[in-house]
């Protein structure tokens, strides 16, 4: 039972860890109605931007600030470059363009800092923490705090500042919003740097992990599976839906891995979220459409 | 006036049907196959068969088979290289396990596994829209080649799971020289091809493009979807698997399950997102294009001196050139090579009159 | 026109509300053979939603659907095409990749026998049917005087004509219902007339009953031989155009000195 446990609850934290990168996704989704494949290229461009400058002798923060920055204009180029001239188009269209933004954002980063891989130290031994018979790691329960500290800030952002309650207003009805004078471009940049902002500590994060190499930007597909099951248009569904992934794909690689030969957690969560789709289509906390004709 | 089309009027509906109206498109589609079947094979050396054409051809008809579903019937896919996989792995272990069993019927067969499966996966499209659907496709991109990885029976207990050609001989013709693995792809590609072509211009290629333009309207006017959505998997399924097939047996020789990993997926959609979705031609036009632009930049990055460019650089470089086209098909074409072409060849048309 | 005795369509007691918002209320009324039925009312009175109901794209909580003899408690879309209901839609809803004749060959789907094999090789009655199929399309086209513009997408095209070419694609599935939803919407007067000139041709030529939702009341009472009113999802008035006219309900509902 203790092994249950502690499988479970290793999977819990795993799956914050999905559920950050899943974050990115939900924001710009709620935002500009655009499926951003690129949010995995975005994780990786921040954390190689980071770890590039802290090898240069640059501090922490300083370096913090300048990544920072430099998603900033990230989001920029992509509205003037990308969103802007695609107004209007379909979904799978924009969908299509952000796939070529991952390319962009991938080959852009690794042709300025290297493909090398970078270890990445933030201060926080990866031990396990006992909690009476319990083995839990400490990097993982940080992870979870950062996690915790991240959504706070985020709900703070949209329920107490102007361009959180324009990006909510975007969000809910987007020829209103703009009727009543809020300017679309500039929700799409403040929403699109956000993600930057997620992305950068994802980065850190799981760049902690797995050290700081082109498979960060394959967290994208952890992502998917957890917005299926939390639906799309909701942090809260994306962190529950990250909490479901990281459990059931935990127990299923310890429980069900022996009799399949192991190596099943790549795919289990999509079969997972296929099933999801028919039986449960818009997520657990997604709002199904009705079509007006 | 080159292409003049004084006094080519259609008198019945049939000539309507044809593949194409105007006598110069059929005579110039004509030399081009002649030119293909029985020059190209006298005039080509091995580099150009192994390295250029097999592969164009090949990469043609997987961008056919992914332009079928997402072209045409509207829905997006990011498995086709997991259909690719189970094609070739199914053909192997037709023409393997099965004494005696032609080269051609062990492709189709191995078709029409990748597009029984192709459906399993297409079933969730009964109930959700849109990118919704790439869950489920990258559902088939992970599941499949893990499970031929696996499960060494896929492979016949092949240690690293890699799978050979199977002798490639159709009506006792020995085909396994560079030429003859081009006449056998050629072949094949054409003929789908104009099969795609007739399909795409039926009943069911109308319901395709009605379900992808507005299928709530599509129902009402009584198009089955389901069956409709499901044929449209099937088919492209069938297709991606004879060209998994193919990549395997006339233009690789040997190949593993990371072959057909999502890399080749999009690569795949990258070919109709560049020449033209809701198109046959472009599919052509897109692969050429995606065969040739590498080795048009590498040979430019040759020419700088002193190897300033690295070949870990300029796969970065590579990446972000097919980005940025993508996003500029994207805003610029979105009907790709293809639509570029009609262009010019309006253009042709016209000649020498300007209006 | 002699009309039989048996309503081609009959809607009993129907009610429909989203997430509890009623959106049709209790609503009963009959069409008969071979006549111009208008639903008239305010917006959001719920026309639209009727329309849907009885083609099958809403499932209505309570009530039946009676078509053509047969009781349903639910329509699908595909069996309502099946028995010969073809509609419209309020926001034009083409096909807008394909051509006005691709989309008019849409509208015959139901009336194709050969498989999608035979059609792909060319083989047996595909081609047969094929000419059949076009002949059939092209006799629409000519009878809504779209000859011009066969081979262009839909997309391309004026408004107008646009909601045109969605009439011949419902027109090519030779219906016995058709359903008409705002179908001269944003259009002005000399389109009307033309349009309700389409309306009753198609009536009194093939003998389609025809339910039309209209605004402009002008038209409805020169066209339709029977009006029901709609109002709040209820139905307040239901009767021969003169007699509607007259009901204090309707002039109260549409003059709005009832609230």
């Keep these: 039972m203790d092994f249950f446990l502690e499988v479970l609850i290793g999977g819990l934290l795993a799956g914050v860890m999905y559920s950050l990168v899943a974050i990115g996704f939900v924001l710009i989704y709620k935002a500009s109605g655009v499926f951003n494949f690129a949010q995995g290229a975005m994780v990786l461009f921040a954390a190689l931007t980071f770890v590039s400058l802290g090898e240069r002798g640059v501090p922490f923060w300083i370096a913090f600030l300048v990544t920072l920055a430099t998603m900033l204009l990230l989001a920029l180029a992509v509205e003037r470059l990308v969103l802007r001239p695609l107004v209007n188009r379909s979904p799978i269209t924009l969908f299509m363009a952000t796939l070529g933004l991952a390319y962009i954002t991938e080959g852009a980063a690794q042709a300025l800092w290297g493909a090398q891989v970078h270890g990445l130290d933030l201060g926080i031994e990866d031990v396990p923490l006992d909690f009476g018979g319990l083995l839990i790691s400490q990097f993982d329960l940080f992870a979870a705090g950062m996690a915790a500290t991240l959504v706070l800030v985020l709900s703070l952002l949209f329920n107490k500042t102007r361009i959180g309650l324009s990006l909510r207003a975007v969000a809910d009805d987007t020829l209103a919003a703009q009727a009543i004078g809020i300017r679309l471009s500039r929700v799409w940049v403040a929403v699109w740097a956000v993600a930057g902002l997620v992305a950068l500590?994802?980065?850190?994060?799981?760049?902690?992990?797995?050290?700081?190499?082109?498979?960060?930007?394959?967290?994208?597909?952890?992502?998917?599976?957890?917005l299926i099951v939390g639906g799309f248009s909701s942090v809260g569904g994306a962190i529950v839906g990250g909490l479901i992934v990281g459990a059931s794909e935990k127990l299923a690689e310890i429980y069900a891995g022996p009799l399949l030969g192991g190596g099943i957690e790549n795919w289990f969560p999509y079969v997972l979220a296929m099933l999801f789709l028919l039986v449960r289509p818009a997520g657990l906390f997604g709002e199904r459409a009705i079509d007006r004709v | 006036m080159l292409y003049s089309e004084t006094g080519q009027f259609s008198t019945h509906y049939a000539a309507d049907r044809r593949l194409f109206r105007l006598r110069q498109d059929r005579l110039g589609l004509g030399l081009l196959l002649a030119f293909a079947f029985a020059a190209v094979p006298q005039i080509g050396n091995d580099y150009w068969f192994s390295a250029i054409l097999i592969p164009f051809l090949v990469l043609s008809l997987a961008g056919l088979g992914l332009n079928?579903?997402?072209?045409?019937?509207?829905?997006?896919?990011?498995?086709?290289?997991?259909?690719?996989?189970?094609?070739?792995?199914?053909?192997?272990?037709?023409?393997?396990?099965?004494?005696?069993?032609?080269?051609?019927?062990?492709?189709?067969?191995?078709?029409?596994?990748?597009?029984l499966?192709?459906?399993?996966?297409?079933?969730?499209?009964?109930?959700?829209?849109?990118?919704?659907?790439?869950?489920?496709?990258?559902?088939?991109?992970?599941?499949?080649?893990?499970?031929?990885?696996?499960?060494?029976?896929?492979?016949?207990?092949?240690?690293?799971?890699?799978?050979?050609?199977?002798?490639?001989?159709?009506?006792?013709?020995?085909?396994?020289?560079?030429?003859?693995?081009?006449?056998?792809?050629?072949?094949?590609?054409?003929?789908?091809?104009?099969?795609?072509?007739?399909?795409?211009?039926?009943e069911l290629g109308r319901n395709w493009m009605a379900v992808r333009d507005m299928d709530t309207a599509a129902a009402v006017i009584g198009i089955p979807l389901a069956k409709t959505k499901l044929l449209a998997?099937?088919?492209?399924?069938?297709?991606?698997?004879?060209?998994?097939?193919?990549?395997?047996?006339?233009?690789?020789?040997?190949?593993?399950?990371?072959?057909?990993?999502?890399?080749?997926?999009?690569?795949?959609?990258?070919?109709?997102?560049?020449?033209?979705?809701?198109?046959?031609?472009?599919?052509?036009?897109?692969?050429?294009?995606?065969?040739?632009?590498?080795?048009?930049?590498?040979?430019?990055?040759?020419?700088?001196?002193?190897?300033?460019?690295?070949?870990?650089?300029?796969?970065?470089?590579?990446?972000?050139?097919?980005?940025?086209?993508?996003?500029?098909?994207?805003?610029?074409?979105?009907?790709?090579?293809?639509?570029?072409?009609?262009?010019?060849?309006?253009?042709?048309?016209r000649w020498p009159l300007r209006y | 026109m002699s009309l039989s005795a048996a309503p081609l369509l009959e809607l009993d007691r129907i009610s429909l509300s989203f997430k509890g918002v009623k959106a049709i209320t209790d609503i009963s009324f009959a069409v008969a053979r071979g006549e111009i039925c208008a639903l008239i009312g305010p917006n959001g009175a719920g026309k639209s939603s009727l329309l849907n109901v009885i083609n099958g794209v809403y499932q209505a909580q309570q009530g039946r659907v009676c078509f053509d003899g047969e009781v349903r408690r639910h329509m699908r879309p595909h069996h309502a095409a099946e028995r010969g209901i073809a509609r419209t839609f309020q926001n034009i809803a083409l096909f807008k990749g394909m051509t006005v004749l691709d989309n008019v060959l849409t509208g015959r789907n139901l009336k194709r026998r050969s498989s999608w094999i035979e059609q792909a090789l060319g083989i047996g009655r595909a081609h047969r049917e094929d000419d059949v199929q076009r002949r059939r399309a092209e006799e629409v086209i000519a009878f809504l005087n779209i000859q011009a513009w066969r081979q262009s997408p839909v997309g391309t095209l004026p408004y107008g004509l646009q909601k045109r070419v969605e009439l011949a694609r419902a027109l090519a599935a030779e219906p016995?219902?058709?359903?008409?939803?705002?179908?001269?919407?944003?259009?002005?007067?000399?389109?009307?007339?033309?349009?309700?000139?389409?309306?009753?041709?198609?009536?009194?030529?093939?003998?389609?009953?025809?339910?039309?939702?209209?605004?402009?009341?002008?038209?409805?009472?020169?066209?339709?031989?029977?009006?029901?009113?709609?109002?709040?999802g209820r139905k307040i008035g239901d009767g021969p155009p003169d007699e509607v006219r007259a009901n204090p309900e309707v002039i109260a509902a549409y003059l709005g000195t009832r609230h």
């Excluded at chain 2, 019937?73 to 069993?101: D, H, P, T």
């Excluded at chain 2, 240690?159 to 396994?176: Q, R, T």
Aim: glycine content about 12%; overall charge neutral; aromatic content about 12%.
């Design chain 3, 176 to 232: 016995k219902l058709l359903l008409l939803d705002e179908p001269m919407a944003g259009m002005n007067a000399s389109e009307k007339k033309e349009m309700s000139r389409f309306i009753v041709e198609i009536n009194r030529e093939f003998g389609t009953t025809v339910v039309l939702i209209e605004h402009d009341i002008g038209v409805v009472m020169g066209i339709s031989s029977h009006v029901v009113v709609l109002d709040y």
């Design chain 2, 68 to 115: 079928l579903l997402t072209g045409y019937a509207g829905q997006l896919s990011l498995g086709s290289a997991a259909f690719m996989a189970a094609g070739a792995f199914a053909a192997y272990n037709f023409l393997l396990r099965i004494e005696g069993l032609p080269l051609l019927a062990g492709l189709a067969l191995g078709g029409l596994v990748a597009a």
């Design chain 2, 117 to 202: 499966l192709s459906v399993a996966f297409g079933l969730p499209s009964l109930r959700i829209k849109g990118f919704y659907l790439i869950v489920s496709t990258l559902a088939a991109q992970f599941l499949l080649p893990w499970a031929l990885v696996k499960f060494g029976w896929f492979s016949n207990y092949n240690a690293s799971g890699v799978i050979g050609a199977p002798p490639l001989e159709v009506c006792g013709l020995d085909l396994a020289s560079p030429a003859g693995r081009y006449v056998l792809t050629l072949g094949i590609v054409v003929a789908l091809a104009f099969l795609a072509r007739n399909i795409v211009h039926s």
């Design chain 1, 201 to 226: 500590i994802t980065g850190l994060l799981w760049g902690a992990r797995l050290g700081v190499q082109f498979s960060l930007s394959l967290v994208v597909l952890k992502a998917l599976p957890v």
């Design chain 2, 233 to 349: 998997f099937a088919i492209s399924g069938f297709y991606l698997g004879v060209a998994g097939a193919l990549w395997a047996f006339t233009y690789l020789g040997t190949v593993e399950p990371h072959g057909f990993d999502l890399t080749r997926s999009f690569q795949v959609l990258f070919i109709i997102i560049i020449g033209g979705m809701g198109s046959i031609l472009g599919n052509f036009l897109g692969a050429a294009f995606i065969v040739l632009f590498p080795l048009l930049l590498s040979n430019l990055a040759g020419l700088v001196p002193g190897g300033l460019i690295d070949p870990g650089q300029l796969e970065n470089i590579q990446k972000m050139i097919f980005g940025a086209l993508i996003v500029v098909f994207l805003i610029r074409e979105p009907e790709g090579l293809a639509r570029l072409w009609q262009h010019f060849r309006a253009r042709v048309r």
